[in-house]
């Protein structure tokens, strides 16, 4: 069997931790004020409204699209282009699902009267109300905070509480950069983000609770030497299985992205940005951590480093 990472491998990571702890709060505050300023853009499920996705049979612009709708008296339309190919584009209105059925009628009429008959497709239309996305959003936000607090909870019950601790910091971490992410390449927020965001939260934790394991089992077999160098030792054993379990889930998530179409975008760049930020915040942030804690608070008969 082919080894990834050979034994006895010591990659002093524990050397940089201070460096990546600035690094992680340089992100963090450059990630709050492009929230700020910026702010979530919502999408139909937590904004309300009514979304109209259509295909072209002919490369068309915005400006085109913009103008055929001109003639329907709706206003607040938002039009975005999708994937580039100039014939794929969301229409957004700001109205009530009670009037589903007008708008697909008066949006469909118009585009025909510019296109032509048989030149414009509607792939599909969605519509929520002001209140049901107002209630989606809220939830959205409990479901998030509380599967952080819960897993932070779960590795606090299962090791010790400076471990908890760090994994409930790591989380909080890798979600507030993935969300900053996606502000910054301005994709939507919706209900397959905040899948998307849950699932960056079971997998950062369970990457913490493999290494938090062995960093245990290091501890109880070996009790002379420092628990620096027992978390260094740790994360080295299980780099490969690190290395191999991310690599591969970002190639799946990769060939979604490139291959799922635009639909899926947003799902696809949430993992992919969540798994590297969640493998680091493992490494960086909860092993760090954990040893920060030691150093504050010693065991007994154990020294930091």
Do not use: C
Not at 128 to 150: D, I, K
Not at 154 to 166: D, K, L, Q, S
Not at 176 to 197: G, R
Not at 269 to 274: C, D, I, K, R
């Amino acid at each position: 069997m082919i080894e990834l990472i050979p034994q006895g491998t010591s990659i002093d990571f524990i050397k940089y931790r201070k460096i990546a702890a600035m690094v992680s709060l340089a992100l963090i505050l450059v990630g709050a004020a492009i929230v700020g300023l910026r702010g979530p853009n919502l999408g139909i499920d937590f904004a309300g409204g009514s979304l109209v996705h259509v295909r072209f049979s002919e490369e068309t612009s915005t400006q085109s699209v913009r103008g055929a709708l001109s003639g329907t008296d709706l206003e607040g339309v938002d039009i975005q282009e999708l994937g580039g190919s100039g014939d794929e584009y969301l229409i957004r209105l700001p109205l009530s699902p009670e009037e589903e059925k007008g708008i697909t009628k008066r949006v469909t009429s118009s585009l025909e009267s510019e296109y032509g008959e048989g030149g414009v497709d509607i792939l599909r239309v969605e519509s929520v109300g002001p209140r049901v996305g107002e209630s989606l959003r809220q939830r959205a936000v409990l479901a998030v905070a509380f599967a952080t607090l819960m897993m932070g909870v779960y590795i606090w019950a299962r090791f010790e509480w400076r471990f908890g601790v760090g994994a409930a910091t790591a989380l909080l971490h890798d979600v507030f950069l993935t969300i900053a992410a996606l502000v910054v390449a301005n994709y939507e927020f919706d209900l397959s983000i905040v899948a998307a965001l849950l699932s960056v939260v079971g997998f950062s934790v369970n990457d913490t609770v493999v290494i938090s394991d062995r960093i245990r089992e290091n501890m109880a077999k070996d009790r002379r030497s420092s628990l620096t160098d027992l978390v260094n030792r740790s994360i080295n054993e299980t780099l490969s299985r690190t290395i191999l379990t991310t690599g591969t889930s970002l190639f799946v998530i990769l060939a979604l992205y490139l291959l799922g179409g635009n639909v899926i975008h947003g799902f696809a760049f949430t993992l992919m940005v969540g798994f590297v930020v969640g493998t680091y915040s493992s490494i960086y942030i909860a092993s760090s951590l954990v040893l920060y804690f030691e150093e504050r608070y010693p065991s007994a008969g154990r020294k930091a480093a």
